[in-house]
């Protein structure tokens, strides 16, 4: 790329150098994700380097008109309260331009607080890396006379960027909004007014836990402690698609829903098109599907379930018999939660059987633990397996029982129980081999159907598969392209970055080509998880089919949305038994209920009478009251030291005192002495961060009969510290009593931070030690 052709985009790689800008840059940082160690490093200091060039160049052509934003009529409808400098949610439709709409309530916003001479900074906050560099790019191109930057996970661990490094010098900062979570945790950001303005990008989601809810209770904690609400606290927009009605058909919730998150919102005012000739022209840029509900028939003459069944039925006599030894000891509920419900292994409800099985398996006796966890573990993955089964084809299926016992392998079995599995497993595959009847699955054929009909003969049409699972995206994209009749839309996968990619996830890099390619045709379709639901730009589709998976009323907005194409097909999926097509019928009648209550809410919200600012303070009064009830009932709870042992054989690995929490996420041991208890098996780090901490390796339990894995290792200042995977320890109190967390905030025991001083006290620990023993 030019010289000539950069300072064209010099706006946008001002704001960030990563939006889709340059290629050079990009590929820079792409190529930072895919090294390890010290090349890591060095790429990342190039990438460093090169941005500052570009960046310094760009500078030069900063000073740019502040041209207007244009809009539609109904996206000026939209912008009005906003721009007035009221707190508001935007509800539109998919696709109708909400981040243009904040554009103009944003360059208004700056205009008036820098003629006012007051603060004049905003902060764009979303939930994901991929939104935040696509609404960056837009934020760019829409308002290039102002300073805007990205920051995510991957601009602070691969360049060292950090939001708060940056608040003098920007006005708009587009971020993740866990960064802006940990910066005001750690102090690092002293308060939110440090804003003068915060957009939610997809604001239906400040609810109940979620870390947009973080952010905002920070903020009504700043207006209910002020004694003027008048105080300068930041502007709130929100924007979003659907508020939902918390799946309920009642008019009551939802319109109580919806005011819940008004409240947290703090908005004054829930802005739609209104006016019938806006909403005329709004209508003139939607599409709306052609739905359809297809209901299919299972399987007929299923050898491959049988078989598994058999399986888990030797599995269950095997439990039957060593809990019948321990009666005595156990208490009614572990009785009946030890009952294998074989009937219905492979379905949902199993999963939640297994989630209390092993909540029992943390109750009980190390040496019946140790015969109920490999079970427990065999049972799960047969249940898996046949999840898949269900969905996909018996070879997918399959598969996943064989990467199962691949990795239950890699330790030789050294108990009988284990060798016992083993054996189970291989005769199963072997008399199912033997009887294999070759059945297609149904769902699959008129899958096929349907793709063949509106997807294949058509070059220019792009389809989207919604399912619920990384495994179920990935056997989709192999049947198709493993199908003669189908193999030409190239199918690829597109899911979330929440882990990494050897265990199925996508860096941000793949998510970006994935889009891409799907835009220029080379695939023409992507079986995608909920991460493409909402928000992210993706071309328009001709076909939307959500596979066996349905979840409330605004995913199915949101999914519906992406069928923007002429004479677009959705489509739902399901096994007529499933129950997820009535599921859908209720969801199309939430969404129906939300469409009527809307206008009602917003009378009531306009009426004087009703005192909306009243009741608001009141509503958010009353959540602050329920989460001081919640802090404080957890602080009565917290216990003072609890014993950290592995789930599988229950030796003891260390005391919850000698663990650390590092960068607010991840938890370490501290204890030299734990390193006995324990392997750490070292490797190429898999993902690194500023400050020389490296993330990799693999940890096991030392105990010769059980070895098993409890976790990865964590480098920092190179010394390497066993980093716990909490699903694989149980947690004992001082009364012996062992309990399974599946989240460290549920523990109840306070996990302090890793601090510098407590680095400083390991290394000269260390170094007393070679000196003591040279």
Request: negative net charge; proline residues 2%; contains cysteine.
């Amino acid at each position: 790329m030019t010289d000539k052709n950069l300072l064209k985009q010099g706006p946008i790689i001002e704001n960030n150098e990563e939006v889709e800008v340059s290629e050079v840059l990009t590929l820079t940082l792409c190529q930072s994700e895919t090294v390890m160690g010290n090349k890591r490093q060095a790429d990342g200091a190039i990438t460093r380097s090169a941005a500052s060039s570009e960046e310094d160049k760009v500078r030069k052509n900063q000073m740019q008109e502040d041209k207007d934003v244009e809009l539609y009529e109904y996206q000026k409808e939209l912008a009005k309260e906003g721009c007035d400098g009221a707190n508001v949610i935007i509800l539109a439709p998919t696709n109708s331009g909400k981040t243009y709409v904040a554009s103009r309530i944003i360059q208004i916003h700056l205009r008036r607080q820098k003629a006012q001479k007051k603060l004049a900074r905003v902060v764009f906050l979303v939930e994901n890396e991929a939104l935040a560099f696509q609404q960056g790019k837009v934020f760019a191109e829409q308002l290039a006379a102002y300073r805007t930057k990205v920051f995510t996970g991957s601009v602070q661990s691969v360049k060292g960027q950090f939001l708060r490094d940056h608040l003098a010098e920007l006005d708009i900062l587009v971020a993740t909004a866990q960064i802006l979570v940990n910066d005001l945790t750690s102090g690092k950001i002293q308060s939110l007014n440090e804003f003068s303005l915060i957009v939610f990008d997809e604001c239906h989601h400040s609810y109940n836990d979620h870390v947009f809810n973080a952010i905002l209770r920070n903020y009504l904690d700043m207006k209910l402690n002020s004694k003027d609400d008048a105080e300068d606290l930041p502007q709130i927009v929100g924007m979003t698609a659907s508020l939902g009605v918390s799946g309920s058909t009642d008019d009551e919730k939802g319109i109580n829903h919806m005011k819940r998150i008004m409240a947290n919102m703090d908005a004054r005012f829930l802005c739609t098109v209104r006016t019938h000739d806006n909403l005329e022209s709004l209508k003139k840029h939607m599409s709306s599907p052609i739905e359809e509900l297809v209901a299919v028939k299972p399987r007929e003459n299923d050898v491959f379930k049988e078989k598994v069944l058999d399986a888990a039925i030797e599995i269950e006599k095997h439990v039957n018999k060593h809990v019948a030894k321990k009666r005595r000891t156990l208490t009614d509920s572990q009785k009946a939660t030890f009952k294998v419900p074989v009937n219905i292994i492979g379905t949902e409800q199993f999963s939640q059987w297994i989630s209390d099985f092993v909540q029992s398996i943390a109750e009980v006796d190390a040496s019946l633990g140790r015969i109920l966890n490999p079970c427990r573990e065999h049972l799960e993955a047969y249940s898996k397996s046949l999840l898949l089964h269900r969905d996909a084809r018996t070879k997918d299926a399959l598969h996943v029982l064989e990467t199962f016992i691949d990795e239950f392998n890699i330790v030789p079995p050294l108990e009988e129980m284990d060798s016992t599995l083993v054996n189970i497993y291989e005769e199963m595959t072997i008399t199912y081999q033997v009887n294999e009847d070759g059945s297609e699955n149904p769902k699959l054929v008129r899958m096929g159907q349907i793709l063949n009909e509106i997807l294949v003969f058509n070059a220019n049409a792009r389809g989207i598969i919604f399912v619920k699972t990384r495994e179920l995206a990935d056997a989709l994209v192999k049947w198709i392209n493993e199908s003669d009749k189908l193999k030409v839309l190239n199918a690829n996968i597109f899911v979330g970055q929440s882990v990494g990619s050897s265990r199925g996830g996508m860096t941000k890099c793949r998510q970006r080509d994935a889009l891409e390619c799907f835009k220029g045709g080379l695939h023409r379709v992507i079986i995608a998880t909920s991460v493409a639901e909402e928000g992210l730009d993706i071309h328009k589709c001709n076909l939307v089919i959500r596979y066996e998976h349905v979840t409330n009323e605004i995913a199915r907005l949101q999914s519906r949305g992406r069928a923007r194409a002429e004479h677009s097909r959705y489509f739902v999926i399901s096994e007529e038994v499933s129950g997820i097509l009535e599921k859908e019928k209720k969801n199309q009648r939430c969404e129906e209920l939300m469409n009527t209550l809307v206008p009602r809410l917003q009378e009531y919200l306009e009426n004087s009478a009703n005192s909306w600012d009243s009741e608001r303070r009141h509503m958010q009064l009353q959540m602050k009251k329920e989460l001081e009830c919640k802090v404080e009932e957890r602080r009565l709870n917290v216990i003072d030291e609890m014993e950290f042992k592995c789930l599988n054989c229950g030796s003891f690995i260390c005391s919850s005192r000698n663990i650390k929490c590092i960068k607010r996420a991840h938890h370490i041991i501290i204890d030299p002495e734990a390193y006995k208890r324990l392997n750490l098996q070292r490797d190429t780090p898999y993902f690194t961060e500023p400050e020389d901490i490296a993330y990799g390796g693999r940890l096991f339990c030392a105990e010769i009969s059980c070895q098993k894995w409890l976790g990865s290792v964590c480098t920092y200042n190179d010394i390497d510290f066993p980093l716990i995977n909490l699903k694989a320890f149980k947690v004992v109190n001082s009364n012996g009593v062992g309990k399974k967390f599946k989240r460290w905030k549920n523990v109840p025991c306070e996990i302090d931070a890793f601090t510098p001083e407590d680095l400083n006290n390991l290394t000269e620990d260390r170094l007393a030690k070679q000196i003591e023993n040279p």
